[in-house]
């Protein structure tokens, strides 16, 4: 009989470590603007989040199979449906602007709460949810 396999890959402990600080930095930018989209007058850039997408887009494959892609796969997936959900909710701006503010304070919320969820996770080195 043959031992089973892990589906993990094994990373060495600088590799780990390398893939931990681009979380680290990349769950940092997202708070930035997180915390930014949440409190009124404390706008983060746009920027912030474009640039930590493209680090996790470019550095994605780094992490495959390990515990850490998906964290990468959290990240993305958070960026991308919050993006969506922006979007779509737009016309509520244009309809009148309590709804808009409404839906994108629901949206910021939810996004606020990827990243603190994923962070907590990446610190405890504990896999997020596929």
């Known amino acids: 009989m043959t031992e089973p396999t892990s589906s993990l890959t094994v990373v060495d402990a600088q590799a780990d470590a390398s893939?931990?600080?681009?979380?680290?930095?990349s769950y940092a930018l997202?708070?930035?603007?997180?915390i930014g989209a949440v409190l009124p007058?404390?706008?983060g850039s746009v920027l912030l989040l474009l640039a930590a997408?493209?680090?996790d887009l470019v550095k994605r494959g780094d992490a495959a199979g390990t515990w850490q892609e998906s964290h990468f796969r959290?990240?993305?997936r958070s960026v991308v449906f919050a993006a969506i959900a922006y979007t779509v909710t737009i016309p509520l701006w244009v309809l009148?602007?309590?709804?808009?503010?409404?839906?994108?304070?629901?949206?910021?919320?939810?996004?606020?709460y990827r990243v603190v969820r994923g962070?907590?996770?990446?610190n405890d080195r504990?896999?997020?949810p596929i």
């Open 19 to 25: 893939l931990r600080t681009i979380g680290h930095i």
């Open 53 to 55: 997408f493209i680090l």
């Open 126 to 128: 504990r896999p997020m």
């Open 96 to 112: 009148l602007v309590l709804p808009g503010w409404i839906a994108w304070a629901i949206i910021s919320i939810w996004f606020l």
């Open 30 to 34: 997202h708070a930035i603007v997180a």
């Open 74 to 76: 959290w990240r993305i």
């Open 41 to 43: 007058g404390a706008q």
């Open 119 to 122: 962070w907590l996770a990446l």
